[in-house]
């Protein structure tokens, strides 16, 4: 995966065997104050697709062509800056929710992406894949003490004695690592092997399958049910795409001929190129997350963000990717459900505002709506950077949780606070981070309330998108500026205000 060959790929993981990109590992002990994770009223934290995730600061991460781990408890997500692939992220969370930058792990001189991270047992070592240097790549390998980082690069070897493209790694039951790559050695995108690693996870041991697959790319391997999925997307640069795979009972063959993922009302991957899938063993169940890099997003649509986690259902061993713009994931029993609307108190609701624009009024942020019209659904305010946004319930009621989704023009600082009488407020939430484009579920103490409010005084800055060769997207310290954003429209953007008891 690279800035002009980014991949497509669907990955499954097993109930008991993991994907390279979905590693749940042993690992060293940390400290007991990292594994405290948000407490959840029901169990079940919710995933919003269609908006930006950001970091502890509001900044947007940076996770491209990467991978999810957990390590004793806590989830990593590991990935490139889109901006030259030049550097090497890391984030971590006990929720799944809210993420900490951890910072650069790994910078280079290259372009370098194609991101997994393994534990390696026998060494005690965090092993780093990379596809390393360019399009036509080397197999590169670093390694940490800690999964977060630093990383140490050590080698860069060629595959097939040539240059590969995309490349992935995985991780069978009993320990023995997989390279799934696509080989040069007779041709661009030519064929595409399997290589088994070291027992160190350092240096090529032997390949154990080849064949002819032209003109795909992003190969990966997973298993479910003892049935190994080798997944590739078709060679199209950064443009979404549909995802095909093959099957088989042992990584050495045969393999059946490729199936398409099916992905009902979409024949491109729900506008993204798949990353990864992360199963969630749990209680009661395994649940299998289909994650995707947005590399265009189609506006018009309200297909915005980098990425999409959704949820993988199976008919027998068939794999179905259907779009839910919110659901719930139960980490604890490896369950899922669908966002239910009717779990919004405040929808259709009556909504005030300091100001509206034009026809983008209060009562927009409280109308039912659902992913394929919420982006024509919208308040809008006057330009003053003091504004508020308040949902009278009709009577006192219970709630602990408000959703807040922005458009273009967020709120970097503003309140959630309830009142009783519409006059004297309390304040339940605040920030100082808020960020275009992004979504705001903050969870509280259950408490009563008739009247919910948000309230603004100062907007977000629009941030860059784009790639480039140096430098990294807006909101990394350090980096060379993004390109110039559009001049903002004024007044603050707002498509959904949610109240919930959950």
């Not at 298993?223 to 088989?248: E, F, L, P, V």
Request: net charge neutral.
């Amino acid at each position: 995966m690279n800035p002009r060959h980014i991949p497509a790929l669907l990955v499954f993981g097993a109930t008991a065997i993991l994907s390279s990109t979905a590693q749940t590992q042993t690992a060293p002990a940390i400290p007991a104050a990292r594994l405290a994770a948000t407490a959840v009223p029901d169990g079940f934290q919710t995933f919003h697709n269609d908006f930006y995730w950001t970091d502890q600061v509001g900044a947007r991460i940076l996770t491209r062509s990467g991978c999810l781990c957990q390590f004793d408890g806590v989830f990593y997500w590991y990935g490139g800056n889109p901006r030259g692939f030049f550097e090497q992220y890391c984030y971590s969370s006990t929720d799944l929710v809210h993420w900490t930058n951890r910072g650069v792990i790994l910078r280079q001189d290259v372009d370098a992406n194609r991101i997994d991270v393994l534990y390696n047992d026998l060494t005690k070592k965090y092993v780093m894949f990379l596809k390393y240097d360019g399009n036509g790549a080397f197999l590169g390998i670093a390694t940490s003490e800690k999964p977060e980082g630093p990383f140490t690069f050590l080698s860069q070897t060629l595959v097939d004695n040539a240059r590969m493209g995309d490349m992935s790694v995985f991780k069978d039951t009993d320990g023995k690592a997989y390279i799934a790559y696509v080989s040069w050695a007779v041709g661009t995108n030519a064929q595409h092997g399997i290589y088994r690693m070291s027992d160190d996870y350092l240096t090529l041991d032997k390949r154990i399958y080849l064949w002819d697959i032209r003109s795909r790319e992003a190969p990966h391997i997973f298993k479910r049910n003892g049935i190994y999925y080798y997944g590739t997307s078709r060679t199209a640069g950064i443009q979404s795409s549909g995802t095909s795979y093959y099957t088989a009972t042992d990584l050495a063959g045969p393999w059946s001929p490729a199936k398409p993922l099916s992905t009902p009302g979409s024949n491109n991957s729900w506008d993204s190129q798949v990353d990864f899938v992360y199963p969630f063993q749990g209680t009661q169940g395994t649940l299998y997350m289909f994650a995707g890099d947005r590399w265009t997003k189609d506006l018009p649509k309200g297909r915005n963000g980098d990425y999409i986690w959704l949820p993988v259902e199976f008919d027998g061993d068939v794999p179905t990717v259907n779009y839910q713009q919110d659901w719930d994931l139960n980490l604890a029993a490896g369950t899922w459900r669908k966002f239910d609307p009717a779990r919004n108190l405040a929808a259709g609701k009556t909504a005030t505002a300091s100001s509206d624009d034009g026809t983008n009024v209060a009562s927009h942020a409280t109308a039912p709506k659902t992913y394929q019209d919420y982006i024509n659904t919208r308040w809008n305010s006057g330009p003053a950077d003091a504004q508020w946004l308040m949902v009278d319930l009709g009577k006192a009621t219970d709630i602990n949780r408000v959703i807040l989704k922005w458009g273009t023009n967020a709120a970097k600082s503003f309140k959630v606070q309830i009142s009783t009488d519409g006059t004297a407020w309390t304040d339940l939430f605040s920030t100082a981070q808020g960020s275009s484009c992004s979504v705001t579920d903050e969870k509280f103490k259950t408490t009563s309330a008739r009247y919910v409010r948000m309230n603004a005084t100062e907007r977000a800055p629009l941030l860059g998108g784009g790639r480039g060769r140096r430098g990294a997207a807006a909101g990394v310290p350090g980096a060379a500026p993004a390109p110039t954003p559009p001049a903002p429209v004024t007044g603050y953007s707002l498509f959904d205000f949610m109240v919930l008891k959950d």
